[in-house]
């Protein structure tokens, strides 16, 4: 399929344009988006800190060839990867053997998300998304593959509504949905810098990070406007320096700061020594970093403030694209080292 240009011109028409349907009008039922395995709900099983420095590299996985980019829990309970080498890897929850490899994509395959309906999303390299449906534990059918944007596509995110977001190194981000085999765009929003990022923050309402020197953007999801936006903001690449925490306060990893947002306010901002490339939200509300060196750090956010616990060194001396917590006591990593890591707490 072709992508549309200069979209916005057609937002006040509904029309079919190379099969492609936009529409302007949107009146969809509220999907409820299930949670993955590794939301914990039970208050008494939270633990108070991950102890890092005396966590064990449990498992180690050389199974991909280039760079980790995506570690997620299925949920079915299976972790899935993917990689520079134009790779997804499902492996087998009792052992993490490989289980199922979907391989040969057609470029890098930087983030993966299952949605709603349980398909796989996988955000390509070459401006592409490939949607793949689990058909059994071994086995996957690959329903479609689009070109939605023109260069890296860096994230996809399932919005509440149940349409998808994707934002692209092309400066854009795209509103969308694959239905019925057929792919509507519903948005386009421009962006003055390529994009590394994005977050559902609100209702009807995104956040986007840039990669290089630019500006943290709020947009409205229907209106293609920018509500807010914090400038002066320095990020990397990655598509994994964006979270919003246990007590709604947004965190962004970048170059030379983590910077913390509260109301499209910048509440405060921590200066580190090595870049942030990826973060994640613990279930028990601390934030773990992972850094250009190999380290990752644990930090403790209390009245908007982002106070240090503890670092250690995990990977060799290559940045950490990614960072996820499988269960309680278990973490996983991803590296340039092209190592996938659990630690156990």
């Known amino acids: 399929m072709k992508k549309v240009k200069n979209l916005y011109h057609f937002m006040k028409e509904n029309k079919n344009i190379n099969g492609i349907r936009v529409e302007n009008e949107i009146n969809l039922n509220e999907k409820e988006i299930n949670e993955n395995n590794n939301n914990i709900n039970n208050q008494n099983d939270k633990i108070k800190k991950f102890n890092i420095l005396n966590s064990n590299i449990s498992n180690t996985f050389n199974f991909h060839s280039d760079y980790i980019n995506q570690i997620i829990l299925l949920k079915d309970g299976r972790i899935a990867s993917s990689s520079n080498d134009k790779s997804i890897i499902i492996y087998n929850k009792i052992n993490y053997s490989i289980q199922l490899q979907i391989k040969n994509l057609d470029d890098c395959v930087y983030n993966i998300i299952q949605g709603s309906n349980d398909n796989i999303y996988a955000s390509i390299g070459n401006g592409t998304i490939s949607i793949f449906k689990l058909t059994s ?174 670092e250690k060194k995990v990977h060799d001396n290559y940045a950490i694209r990614v960072i996820s917590q499988l269960k309680n006591d278990l973490i996983s990593s991803g590296s340039e080292d092209k190592k996938f890591k659990i630690h156990k707490a």
């Open 137 to 310: 534990l071994t086995t996957y059918e690959k329903i479609q593959t689009f070109k939605i944007h023109n260069d890296r596509v860096r994230k996809i995110i399932e919005l509440k509504d149940g349409r998808f977001a994707s934002c692209s190194k092309d400066k854009t981000i795209q509103i969308w949905e694959f239905n019925n085999n057929e792919l509507i765009i519903y948005h386009i929003f421009n962006q003055d810098n390529s994009i590394s990022c994005i977050l559902e923050s609100n209702e009807n309402e995104i956040i986007s990070t840039p990669e290089g020197n630019g500006s943290i953007n709020f947009w409205n999801i229907n209106e293609s406007l920018i509500i807010s936006k914090i400038s002066k903001i320095e990020c990397n690449w990655s598509w994994n320096n964006l979270k919003k925490s246990l007590n709604d306060i947004i965190i962004v990893g970048g170059i030379k700061y983590i910077y913390l947002i509260n109301n499209y306010d910048l509440i405060n901002k921590i200066e580190i020594k090595n870049d942030c490339y990826s973060l994640y939200c613990l279930n028990n509300g601390n934030i773990l970093t992972g850094h250009g060196n190999g380290y990752i750090k644990q930090w403790n956010l209390d009245n908007n403030e982002l106070k240090f616990i503890e």
